[in-house]
Every structure is written in structure tokens, then in C-alpha cells.
């Protein structure tokens, strides 16, 4: 194997040697295009080498005149693409035609490229405007029955669901339904726009209801249930006091003036108060969902019943509302699982094993769970697959891996990811276990990472859980009494051991440490010469991270769940989120109110045990790790 492994990196040492001269070709355009020189680019795309990269050259340079008043002929536009059909920057191109296409009205033409662009949301919402402009009914009759998933749709989508709702493809109930739905999200606005599709004078309105949803209802009319718009609009207000954390006061106001509104609308604000106050972890969030009966409910709200009932710990409950999910929903390992645990609690031992088996081979955080219900704590039972030196240079010099390690050589690790995705596209398993270890050999770990749980997420547990960077993060965790295996667990979700890595918050580096963070801890532990762009320091970022790590740890009562949320959320809301009675750290993961951080708490858990399990060679048991969640004794460091 050693003599396999020196063979391949001899092989793409030479290769790397032969490409590194047409590097910085490669490079000037890709800056040219940045900095919007074209006529640099023109001279770049003039030249031609034997580079992996070489046909980006005359892409960047077609996609900036496409953005130019001299925009570049169709022919030559359909030539590279026809050229290099199929690959990156080709159907990269095609889209970014096919919207050029369709801002000039060009039906005929968008419907020549979309084969091949990327179907992705853009392409979709262009096939149904292209396909209904040239007299295609059915495009209208796709989004009559996709209407329900289509209220974040990509913009290219509003004109042709704007003439879905004006032509009455679309029904006034189906609009009004998206309007709520909208309503009840994190982004609103968007419920301006249906109100105008409908062409209703309270559009005018909206503003004023956003801006103060509380003032809006106090100042409405003595009659405005006259008209449905009149009384979605105070649903709406009233709805939007409850995102706002004035669920109760939402309910009061509702009650005042419950006549004004049908049971079907009563029904409605009760369900969208027990959603949004079990978010909040308001006891009345039960009684809120039993008021609101049979009404047919949002995915959103029907899983919060559950939740909310095990916040409660009412097994009764959570059976019931269990029973009401679709019968998708119940297949979902989550559910299937607390199903178990409602039935063993309600005396149905037998049923809650039955249960618990069905998922219990399975290495996500719940399946785990149930596994340890049956006595069958995570051990890595099987070594990683070995990959032969054929198939290793076979997949070395595919050209899209090629490409793609070309970009990440050059310093362009987006579009060395874009190619590496391309490039293990629908590929078979020998194909992506030599992509993976290839990408390891790199020490592009993230995607060793990504393409081994293509191949197989039950498998090669070292490969799609590696240990870089030992000799620099164990003596930090070790020094700070922290368990190495938890702070693998969580670099590995966090960065997926990308150094470069940078979220949309700005959090940066292996621990993706936020710049205030990095100042706070700094600042605690004496390093006077701090700067953000530290961050990227592996080993600064180690050594501020599992600092961060120790002091959540003193302040959370040494709760690894507790500390794990407050890393992800603010140690202030993983404190706001316990109960005022001790809670099982289960019922505490599954109610955290905000998605991202719930799925990020389980999947660093089940992270720690396999590297636990790795580093031990001993089975682990998740349901143990998981510690009670006990009241706050006292204001501490997350409320300073």
C-alpha cells in the first residue's frame, strides 16, 4: 500500500509540475473577470495551453461581454457550449444565456439552452415562463399542483405565478393559503406580493401591519369582518404578534373578538399560537393545539404538537399528535423513535421494541438512540475498504478531478468544489472511495469527507472521520479538561476540517470561531496582538476554540448538550432554553426551537461517539454521553 500511495503521489506531483506553468494564465483571467478587464481577458482567451483549466479562459470571457451592452454573438455562445457540453462552465453558461434570453423576451430561444443548464430553481421557473409564453397550458398546471412549495420561489418565478393567480388557475382560498403560510415565516414580505397578485387595496396596508402588527389590530374598523381580506389581514396581525414573542397578548386580543371570526379561522390562530408558543416553551402551547381540533395544519405546526407535548412529558399526548403526522412523517427516524419512547412510557414494551428496531441499525442520532434502547451500544465494527492502484489512477486522471484539484492548487477553492461535485456526480462506489482517499491525500478533508458518505455512510469510518491536526488539537483539549473526541465531533460539523472555511456570519476557520468570539477569548486569555485574521491560524483558532469551549463548559454546569447549543446559538439562548425542572437531555435537543441549531447538537453527538468508538476501540453508548438538563441555579457569564 505504501508503494501504491508514493506511486500516486509521484504521478500527481509530475502532473502538478506540468500544469503549475499555465497557472497564472489561469489566474490573471480569473482576476480579469473580477475586475471587470476585458480587454485583458480577450488577449487571455486569445492564447491557448495544454492546461486542465484552459477552456475557462473563453468562458470568463463570454460570461463578462454577457453582462456588456456588446454582448457576444449566439453563435459563439451556443458553440462553447456545444463544445464543452456537459461541464461546468458550459452549463454555468447556459443559465446564465437562458436568463439573458428571457429578460429580452426570447421564448424560443430559453427553451434551445435550457437542456443544458443546471436544473436547478432558476431553470425551472424559466421552463415554466418559456413554456407558457410560446402557448404550453400545462406549465400553468404544474404550478397549480406544486403551489404549495412554491412560496419561496426563485424571482424568475413571479410573473408566471403572478398570471396563475390572475387567470383563476390559481383559486382566491389556494392564494389566501400562500399568504398565511408567508405570513408565518421569517421573511413576510413576500406576502405583499400575493396580496398585489390578487389586486387587493390592502397591499397598502401591509407595511403598517409589519411594522406594528399590535397597533394595526387595535385600529381596525368596527366592521372589518365584512370582507375575508378583512379578516386574513387581522390574522396576519395577529399572527405576527406571536412571532414577535406576544403569543399571549395575540391570544388575548383574539378572544376579545373571537365572534369576528369563523371556527374555521379560530381553529387556525389556535394552531398557529400553539406553534409559535411552543417555540417559546409557553405551557399553554398544549391547549392551544387541542382548540385548534381537526384543522388541517402546516408541517411546521404539526411536528411542533409533537414537540410541545414532550416538552410536557405528556406520552399520551405525544402518541396522539404522532398519529396525526402524515404518514411520511411517521417514517421519519425521529418520529418512529419517540413513538418508542411514548409506548414504553404508556406500559407498551413490547411495541416500543418493535419499534426501536426498526431503526436501530441505522448511525444517525436517532437511530443511535434506539439502538442503545436495545442494548446495542455504536461500535466500528469493520475496517475501510482498501482501494487498488488501478482504480486509484483511474479516478486521478479523470479530467474533472483533475480540474478540480487544479483550482483548489491555484488558491480557487469555490470552483474547485464546483468541479469536485460535478466530478463525483452519480459516479459508482469504486469510483468515490478513490475520489475520497485522493481528496484525504490532498488534505482536502471536507471533500474526503462528503464523497466517502456518498459511497457509503455506513462504511470506512476513519475516512469520513478523520484525526488531522492531532498533534495540535489534543494537548489543547487535554489542557482544558476537555474530552478530544467531543472537540473532533464538533470541528467536524463546523468546518468539516476546511481551514479556510467562513459561514455567512463571518465565523471563520477549523472551530469557525465568529471575529467577537475570537476577541472576547483573547482578550480572557491574555494574546494583546489579536486580529480577525487570526482566525485562519489553525492553530490560533484551535487554541481560542477549545478556550470558548472550557468557559461555555463553566457556565453551563459542565453540560456538554447545554455548551454544544451555546456554541451554536449563544450560550444565552441554550440557557433560556432549559426548563424550570430537570428535563432529559433528549426532550432538550428536541425542542430547541431553532432547526439549524437542533440538527447540529445531534449530529456533533453522533460525531463524538464514533470518534469516541475510534479512538477507544470500545463501544460507545450516545443515550449515556447525553447528561440531564437542570435548571439555572444562578446568573453566570452567558447573561453578562
Same mark, same amino acid.
Given at each position: 500500500?505504501?508503494?501504491?500511495?508514493?506511486?500516486?503521489?509521484?504521478?500527481?506531483?509530475?502532473?502538478?509540475?506540468?500544469?503549475?506553468?499555465?497557472?497564472?494564465?489561469?489566474?490573471?483571467?480569473?482576476?480579469?473577470?473580477?475586475?471587470?478587464?476585458?480587454?485583458?481577458?480577450?488577449?487571455?482567451?486569445?492564447?491557448?495551453?495544454?492546461?486542465?483549466?484552459?477552456?475557462?479562459?473563453?468562458?470568463?470571457?463570454?460570461?463578462?461581454?454577457?453582462?456588456?451592452?456588446?454582448?457576444?454573438?449566439?453563435?459563439?455562445?451556443?458553440?462553447?457550449?456545444?463544445?464543452?457540453?456537459?461541464?461546468?462552465?458550459?452549463?454555468?453558461?447556459?443559465?446564465?444565456?437562458?436568463?439573458?434570453?428571457?429578460?429580452?423576451?426570447?421564448?424560443?430561444?430559453?427553451?434551445?439552452?435550457?437542456?443544458?443548464?443546471?436544473?436547478?430553481?432558476?431553470?425551472?421557473?424559466?421552463?415554466?415562463?418559456?413554456?407558457?409564453?410560446?402557448?404550453?397550458?400545462?406549465?400553468?398546471?404544474?404550478?397549480?399542483?406544486?403551489?404549495?412549495?412554491?412560496?419561496?420561489?426563485?424571482?424568475?418565478?413571479?410573473?408566471?405565478?403572478?398570471?396563475?393567480?390572475?387567470?383563476?388557475?390559481?383559486?382566491?382560498?389556494?392564494?389566501?393559503?400562500?399568504?398565511?403560510?408567508?405570513?408565518?415565516?421569517?421573511?413576510?414580505?413576500?406576502?405583499?406580493?400575493?396580496?398585489?397578485?390578487?389586486?387587493?387595496?390592502?397591499?397598502?396596508?401591509?407595511?403598517?401591519?409589519?411594522?406594528?402588527?399590535?397597533?394595526?389590530?387595535?385600529?381596525?374598523?368596527?366592521?372589518?369582518?365584512?370582507?375575508?381580506?378583512?379578516?386574513?389581514?387581522?390574522?396576519?396581525?395577529?399572527?405576527?404578534?406571536?412571532?414577535?414573542?406576544?403569543?399571549?397578548?395575540?391570544?388575548?386580543?383574539?378572544? +376579545?373578538?373571537? !365572534?369576528?371570526?369563523?371556527? &374555521?379561522?379560530? $381553529?387556525?390562530? @389556535?394552531?398557529?399560537? /400553539?406553534? =409559535?408558543? %411552543?417555540?417559546?416553551?409557553?405551557?399553554?402551547?398544549?391547549?392551544?393545539?387541542?382548540?385548534?381540533?381537526?384543522?388541517?395544519?402546516?408541517?411546521?405546526?404539526?411536528?411542533?404538537?409533537?414537540?410541545?407535548?414532550?416538552?410536557?412529558?405528556?406520552?399520551?399526548?405525544?402518541?396522539?399528535?404522532?398519529?396525526?403526522?402524515?404518514?411520511?412523517?411517521?417514517?421519519?427516524?425521529?418520529?418512529?423513535?419517540?413513538?418508542?419512547?411514548?409506548?414504553?412510557?404508556?406500559?407498551? +414494551?413490547?411495541? !416500543?421494541?418493535?419499534?426501536? &428496531?426498526?431503526? $436501530?441499525?441505522? @448511525?444517525?442520532?436517532? /437511530?443511535? =438512540?434506539? %439502538?442503545?434502547?436495545?442494548?446495542?451500544?455504536?461500535?466500528?465494527?469493520?475496517?475501510?475498504?482498501?482501494?487498488?492502484?488501478?482504480?486509484?489512477?483511474?479516478?486521478?486522471?479523470?479530467?474533472?478531478?483533475?480540474?478540480?484539484?487544479?483550482?483548489?492548487?491555484?488558491?480557487?477553492?469555490?470552483?474547485?468544489?464546483?468541479?469536485?461535485?460535478?466530478?463525483?456526480?452519480?459516479?459508482?462506489?469504486?469510483?468515490?472511495?478513490?475520489?475520497?482517499?485522493?481528496?484525504?491525500?490532498?488534505?482536502?478533508?471536507?471533500?474526503?469527507?462528503?464523497?466517502?458518505?456518498?459511497?457509503?455512510?455506513?462504511?470506512?469510518?476513519?475516512?469520513?472521520?478523520?484525526?488531522?491536526?492531532?498533534?495540535?488539537?489534543?494537548?489543547?483539549?487535554?489542557?482544558?479538561?476537555?474530552?478530544?473526541?467531543?472537540?473532533?465531533?464538533?470541528?467536524?460539523?463546523?468546518?468539516?476540517?476546511?481551514?479556510?472555511?467562513?459561514?455567512?456570519?463571518?465565523?471563520?476557520?477549523?472551530?469557525?470561531?465568529?471575529?467577537?468570539?475570537?476577541?472576547?477569548?483573547?482578550?480572557?486569555?491574555?494574546?494583546?496582538?489579536?486580529?480577525?485574521?487570526?482566525?485562519?491560524?489553525?492553530?490560533?483558532?484551535?487554541?481560542?476554540?477549545?478556550?470558548?469551549?472550557?468557559?461555555?463548559?463553566?457556565?453551563?454546569?459542565?453540560?456538554?448538550?447545554?455548551?454544544?447549543?451555546?456554541?451554536?446559538?449563544?450560550?444565552?439562548?441554550?440557557?433560556?432554553?432549559?426548563?424550570?425542572?430537570?428535563?432529559?437531555?433528549?426532550?432538550?435537543?428536541?425542542?430547541?426551537?431553532?432547526?439549524?441549531?437542533?440538527?447540529?447538537?445531534?449530529?456533533?453527538?453522533?460525531?463524538?461517539?464514533?470518534?469516541?468508538?475510534?479512538?477507544?476501540?470500545?463501544?460507545?453508548?450516545?443515550?449515556?454521553?447525553?447528561?440531564?438538563?437542570?435548571?439555572?441555579?444562578?446568573?453566570?457569564?452567558?447573561?453578562?
Amino acid at each position: 500500500m505504501k508503494i501504491v500511495l508514493v506511486g500516486l503521489s509521484f504521478f500527481l506531483f509530475c502532473s502538478t509540475l506540468a500544469a503549475q506553468q499555465g497557472d497564472q494564465r489561469i489566474l490573471a483571467a480569473r482576476e480579469a473577470l473580477r475586475s471587470d478587464d476585458g480587454a485583458l481577458l480577450q488577449r487571455l482567451a486569445m492564447q491557448r495551453e495544454d492546461h486542465p483549466l484552459d477552456h475557462y479562459v473563453p468562458y470568463w470571457l463570454l460570461l463578462h461581454q454577457l453582462d456588456r451592452a456588446d454582448s457576444p454573438p449566439a453563435a459563439s455562445i451556443t458553440a462553447y457550449i456545444q463544445t464543452h457540453q456537459g461541464s461546468v462552465p458550459a452549463s454555468r453558461l447556459a443559465s446564465a444565456w437562458a436568463r439573458h434570453l428571457a429578460d429580452e423576451n426570447n421564448w424560443r430561444g430559453v427553451r434551445q439552452v435550457l437542456p443544458d443548464a443546471p436544473p436547478n430553481a432558476e431553470s425551472r421557473c424559466l421552463d415554466w415562463r418559456s413554456r407558457h409564453a410560446l402557448g404550453d397550458t400545462t406549465a400553468l398546471e404544474e404550478i397549480v399542483a406544486q403551489w404549495e412549495t412554491l412560496d419561496t420561489a426563485h424571482t424568475a418565478c413571479e410573473p408566471v405565478l403572478a398570471t396563475a393567480v390572475t387567470s383563476g388557475h390559481i383559486d382566491e382560498n389556494a392564494a389566501w393559503q400562500r399568504f398565511r403560510r408567508q405570513i408565518d415565516s421569517r421573511t413576510p414580505a413576500a406576502a405583499r406580493t400575493t396580496l398585489e397578485w390578487m389586486g387587493l387595496s390592502q397591499a397598502r396596508d401591509f407595511d403598517r401591519l409589519i411594522a406594528n402588527p399590535a397597533a394595526y389590530f387595535d385600529q381596525l374598523p368596527a366592521q372589518f369582518n365584512a370582507t375575508r381580506a378583512g379578516r386574513e389581514m387581522a390574522i396576519a396581525a395577529l399572527v405576527r404578534m406571536a412571532r414577535q414573542d406576544e403569543t399571549v397578548a395575540a391570544y388575548v386580543r383574539m378572544l +376579545k373578538r373571537e !365572534a369576528d371570526f369563523s371556527p &374555521a379561522e379560530r $381553529a387556525y390562530l @389556535y394552531a398557529s399560537f /400553539g406553534y =409559535l408558543g %411552543a417555540l417559546s416553551r409557553l405551557p399553554q402551547s398544549n391547549e392551544w393545539f387541542a382548540l385548534a381540533g381537526d384543522v388541517e395544519m402546516s408541517p411546521l405546526q404539526r411536528e411542533w404538537r409533537v414537540r410541545a407535548a414532550l416538552r410536557a412529558e405528556d406520552w399520551a399526548a405525544v402518541e396522539r399528535a404522532i398519529s396525526r403526522l402524515t404518514a411520511a412523517e411517521q417514517e421519519q427516524e425521529e418520529w418512529i423513535y419517540w413513538h418508542a419512547r411514548a409506548l414504553a412510557q404508556l406500559g407498551q +414494551k413490547d411495541a !416500543a421494541q418493535q419499534h426501536y &428496531a426498526r431503526i $436501530a441499525d441505522r @448511525y444517525g442520532y436517532y /437511530g443511535m =438512540l434506539a %439502538a442503545d434502547e436495545l442494548g446495542q451500544p455504536f461500535a466500528v465494527v469493520t475496517p475501510d475498504e482498501e482501494v487498488s492502484r488501478t482504480e486509484r489512477q483511474r479516478v486521478a486522471t479523470d479530467p474533472a478531478i483533475e480540474r478540480a484539484l487544479a483550482f483548489y492548487r491555484i488558491g480557487l477553492p469555490v470552483e474547485g468544489v464546483r468541479e469536485w461535485i460535478a466530478a463525483v456526480r452519480g459516479r459508482d462506489r469504486s469510483f468515490l472511495l478513490a475520489a475520497a482517499h485522493i481528496a484525504r491525500d490532498q488534505e482536502l478533508h471536507d471533500r474526503a469527507i462528503n464523497t466517502a458518505e456518498l459511497a457509503d455512510s455506513h462504511a470506512n469510518f476513519t475516512l469520513r472521520f478523520p484525526t488531522p491536526w492531532r498533534d495540535l488539537i489534543e494537548p489543547h483539549a487535554q489542557a482544558r479538561n476537555i474530552d478530544p473526541a467531543w472537540v473532533y465531533g464538533l470541528m467536524r460539523q463546523e468546518s468539516r476540517f476546511n481551514v479556510p472555511a467562513r459561514s455567512g456570519a463571518g465565523a471563520r476557520g477549523l472551530m469557525q470561531v465568529m471575529p467577537g468570539t475570537g476577541q472576547l477569548v483573547a482578550n480572557k486569555i491574555g494574546m494583546r496582538d489579536f486580529h480577525t485574521g487570526m482566525l485562519n491560524n489553525p492553530r490560533i483558532n484551535v487554541k481560542l476554540g477549545t478556550h470558548y469551549l472550557r468557559m461555555l463548559l463553566d457556565d453551563l454546569d459542565g453540560n456538554e448538550v447545554l455548551a454544544a447549543a451555546g456554541y451554536n446559538a449563544g450560550p444565552g439562548r441554550a440557557k433560556r432554553w432549559r426548563a424550570d425542572r430537570p428535563l432529559d437531555a433528549t426532550i432538550y435537543i428536541a425542542t430547541i426551537p431553532i432547526n439549524e441549531t437542533r440538527d447540529y447538537v445531534e449530529k456533533v453527538f453522533v460525531n463524538e461517539i464514533i470518534y469516541s468508538a475510534l479512538f477507544s476501540s470500545r463501544p460507545q453508548s450516545l443515550k449515556e454521553r447525553l447528561k440531564t438538563i437542570f435548571p439555572e441555579m444562578a446568573p453566570t457569564f452567558a447573561d453578562r
